[in-house]
């Protein structure tokens, strides 16, 4: 037990106006969540190119949103990776 207070005891204070999340105990990102919704909505936006349509101008449109969704998981990863904390 008082291992557990001294744990408390170092913790700095964090001023709840500057956080608000510390009161409910939670203050973190969903870094699995942008990748799961990087990679879905590359799927999905890859499944809307054979559409049905005379023109296909938004093919260019898509595959550049793509490129950039990309883009920008893989830099996330490599930063990650080479992040100096975890």
Do not use: C, N
Not at 6 to 35: C, I, M, N, T
Not at 37 to 47: E, N, P, Q, S
């Amino acid at each position: 037990m008082a291992m557990k207070t001294r744990a408390l005891e170092q913790r700095p204070a964090v001023d709840p106006y500057e956080e608000p999340s510390v009161e409910w105990g939670w203050h973190g990102s969903f870094p699995r969540g942008k990748v799961i919704g990087g990679i879905a909505t590359i799927v999905i936006l890859l499944l809307l190119i054979p559409g049905s349509y005379e023109s296909r101008m938004y093919v260019p449109w898509i595959l550049g949103i793509v490129a950039v969704i990309l883009f920008l998981l893989v830099r996330d990863a490599v930063r990650r990776r080479t992040a100096w904390r975890r």
